[in-house]
């Protein structure tokens, strides 16, 4: 990073900031991109004279209202819902919701504006967006989750549609939530047409739509290790994270020959000092999280208690849980530990010190918004798959998934180091998805005049 990227991107933060006061975590995001990109926006005429990254930055939309609904006991509960539609440059906006007690404006900011970057990089027609409320679903009863998702639907529902804006999963919102949301948009707007993705198989969804994020991170993960001369052979891989991102990765890296020796909660890790088995995969991820702290004997698990899994010595760290999770002591013990590869499954799962200690010390990481597309890739497949009333196989998604995530993968290294052309070393891959991305949206940028 040159001193002069780095202080470009500072007066472009600094002059936000006074602009956009308390929205941290979103000018933390377009700080990180506008270090790799604005060094080549001010060398282009044309981009500089269109100011693309500040208008790229700044979202087309936020809708922001109210969700009331009623629980129980039979109490009015009131929440906020928000949509961020950030840029329809190059597709509908498309994004997931996420319905989790720390969301927050500025959260879904900075993630609508990752997603810009994210669905550019798939190659396909999306633009980006995100969404959510500050709902927690933990502990809430079926017919509570289905109030709220009802609320929740009025409010955003005028606001999307398929051509307009796709919102999909995210965390705390997945198929079962999604067949309630789409089903009220149904009703609602009175039309079948696919408004949302992630949706269950018997509504519209796509096969292989859940097993997507974490199928597309190892196919990343084996193009990355390829790409260096290695491969997935018996490399202990530790994962973060039992969701649906962690447990989809798990499987494939098990599948193609990995050795997975973690998967974790927020109250500790599972370790697997020789490997998990399928069947150990499949314990946990279905194990209700309370449960799961003693694991039975013969699984080869040991739970360990208020610990993460990055001082395990893996040689390959795929973070899946959620945002910052993995700070600059993680990224230290992963050093100290010899891993040698890490491949972000979560939405920005690194601090900013844990980054730049990481690449530092030669680790080679490859950020969320190309690793993680694999989700949005398959989402974009959903929106072909309605708006054609077909339905394809799983080995037509997958043979699809697995193409883009390769193509993706040569896009971001070849620019990571500089042009297909130049350079032999590890590509940088934040920097290679920034620019390859940048690249794409300021074409249409300037395509699309001053508008
Ligand atoms: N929430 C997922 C993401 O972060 C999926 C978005 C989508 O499928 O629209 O990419």
């Known amino acids: ?24 975590p979103w000018l933390k995001a377009v700080e990180e991109v506008a270090r790799d990109v604005l060094t080549v926006e001010k060398a282009n005429s044309d981009f500089a004279a269109a100011r693309v990254l500040e208008r790229l930055a700044e979202p087309d939309r936020v809708i922001a209202f109210r969700v009331t609904w009623r629980d129980d006991a039979g109490n009015i509960q ?13 597709g509908p906006y498309k994004g997931g919701l996420r319905w989790h007690p720390g969301t927050s404006l500025g959260v879904l900011k900075s993630l609508a504006f990752e997603q810009v970057f994210k669905n550019a990089l798939t190659g396909l027609p999306l633009g980006g967006a995100k969404g959510g409320a500050d709902f927690d679903p933990a502990g809430r009863s079926e017919g509570e989750i289905e109030r709220f998702a009802l609320a929740f639907m009025t409010g955003l529902a005028p606001h999307i549609g398929p051509d307009l804006d796709v919102p999909a ?19 609602q707007a009175q039309a079948w047409g696919g408004a ?16 997507a994020t974490g199928y597309g991170l190892v196919y990343f993960l084996c193009a990355m290790l390829d790409d260096a001369g290695d491969s997935i052979q018996g490399r202990r891989i530790a994962l973060s994270g039992r969701g649906n991102v962690a447990a989809h990765a798990a499987r494939k890296a098990l599948d193609l020959g990995g050795k997975v020796i973690s998967l974790s909660s927020r109250s500790g890790v599972w370790h697997a000092p020789d490997g998990m088995s399928a069947d150990a995969i499949d314990w946990l991820v279905d194990t209700p999280a309370e449960d799961a702290e003693n694991p039975p004997a013969g699984l080869g698990l040991r739970f360990r208690a208020g610990e993460k899994p990055w001082a395990l010595e893996p040689d390959i760290a ?52 190309a690793a993680n597309a694999g989700g949005v890739a398959v989402s974009g497949m959903e929106m072909r798959q309605n708006a054609g009333f077909t339905r394809w196989s799983a080995e037509a998604v997958d043979t699809e998934l697995r193409g883009i995530m390769k193509a993706m993968h040569r896009l971001v290294a070849d620019e990571g180091r500089g042009g297909a052309a130049r350079g032999n070393g590890a590509p940088d891959y934040g920097r290679g998805a920034n620019l390859a991305a940048y690249r794409r949206l300021a074409q249409a940028v300037i395509e699309g005049g001053a508008q």
């Open 78 to 90: 009131i929440n906020r819902g928000w949509r961020v539609q950030q840029s329809n440059l190059l």
């Open 318 to 369: 795929l973070p899946c849980a959620t945002q910052n999770e993995l700070d600059k002591n993680d990224a230290q013990a992963l050093v100290d530990g010899g891993c040698r590869f890490l491949a972000e499954g979560a939405n920005m799962p690194l601090t900013a010190e844990a980054n730049a200690l990481l690449t530092k010390a030669g680790v080679i990481c490859a950020p969320g918004k």
């Open 1 to 24: 990073m040159t001193d002069r990227a780095t202080s470009l991107a500072r007066a472009l933060t600094d002059a936000l900031r006074r602009s956009h006061p308390g929205d941290d």
């Open 169 to 187: 999963g995210d965390m705390g919102v997945g198929a079962h939530e999604l067949g309630l949301l789409t089903r009220a948009w149904m009703m």
């Open 196 to 211: 949302l993705t992630g949706k269950p198989l018997c509504i519209g969804g796509s096969r292989l739509r859940k097993e």
